[in-house]
């Protein structure tokens, strides 16, 4: 009984324990919960390692020293720090894992490779694309002149790579490292973090072919993601309706008349609203695809038919707006291009007050891309051009 206790009450067995739930809560996407594992983790670590009567092991066959502990630790809370938009902390976690992996392995940097696939990833989004190409390169260094590399960090590495290329707008080496981290991620089995990276190389390639123009390869290249994200986590995952929302745009990109384009994306908005409730932004990203998709469908819809098309769009327009101007961290670019379809739906339907009021917020919303700005600019020129001789009257 004596040594059940005292198992129970070890801080590096607790640690580990606590390492382990944070990775089921990762898994799921519920970061918050996930944050608290892995911040108990290391208070576990701290403990251990200020304890002179504490072995500095994770307890009965786990192997694990404290400063392995604490570098996995930091290195997952960077993760979620990174996926929550809190890319500063994100940066200042996984420098401490790095520090943890040298106590752990001195010279030896082929553990750093993960953590430091984070760092490449924190630092595009913080748009410091140079400091993430050049720590993508010592990645590669890292893989070309390690004996023991295991063949899943060189699979991290090359995906690590081709994101560095895509957001360098190099589409070719960005789909020959992508491509080849495919091949490693096919061969050998996977955690949750490797099955992501494989679905996202594999997402990152159909994107390029889905913006050339060839929708086929990249349907083809979004099932396949699909069904390793369905295999790995089940249907109910935020990663599944993800790359639905991918294969309903890019048929309705292509042009499918049919019910499939819809029907994938229905599915995708009751699956996100299951996972996320009503009024999260992600249950706003498939009911803005599917009010697209019902736009599109009016335009080819009977007299009848049309309007009811369009009325749909509307609402579901609306209400995607909404949900995203309620929260800080929604991804707030998807504003601008909302808006101005919503002007589209409004002038198919004769609202000419409506369509210049989604104008004008269309033109005030954050816009990246130049060609929306000179649509948007354009069809307000068109709607005063409509309106003008009313307010003369």
Known sequence: MEKQLSYLTDPMELGCMSLEIADVYIMQFEYPLAEWHLKQAIREAGKAMHSPTVAKSGGPGRGMSVHRLLAM????????????GRLSQALMAQNTAVENWK?????????????????VNTYLGKGEVSMAYDLAEVCLDIVEHSRA??????????????????????????????????????????NWFHVSLHVKALVLIADIHRKRGDYTKALSLYFMALEISKEFYGFKHPQVTMILNYVADTMKRRGDKGDEPRLIATKSLKTTRALFGEDHWQTALPMGLLADIMQQRGMSADIMQKRREYQKAIFLFTDAIEIVKKHSSSPRLVLAEWYYKLAFVYEQVG????????????????????????????????????T??????
């Open 73 to 84: 630790a930091w290195e997952n809370l960077g993760f979620i720090y990174h996926a929550r």
């Open 103 to 119: 106590h752990e392995d001195g010279t030896n940097r082929s553990c750093c490779v993960k953590v430091f696939s984070g760092m």
């Open 149 to 190: 590399m295991c063949p899943l960090n060189k699979g991290v590495t090359l995906y690590t790579m081709g994101n560095v290329y895509e957001h360098m707008g190099d589409s070719e080496n960005a789909m020959k490292y992508c491509a080849h981290a495919h091949r490693i991620f096919e061969k050998h089995n996977k």
């Open 351 to 386: 609202d000419l007050r409506n369509m210049m009021d989604a104008l004008e917020h269309s033109r005030e919303s954050p816009i990246e891309d130049p060609e929306l700005v000179d649509m948007v600019e354009e069809a307000i020129a068109r709607a005063r051009s409509v």
């Open 388 to 393: 003008q001789p009313d307010a003369q009257n």
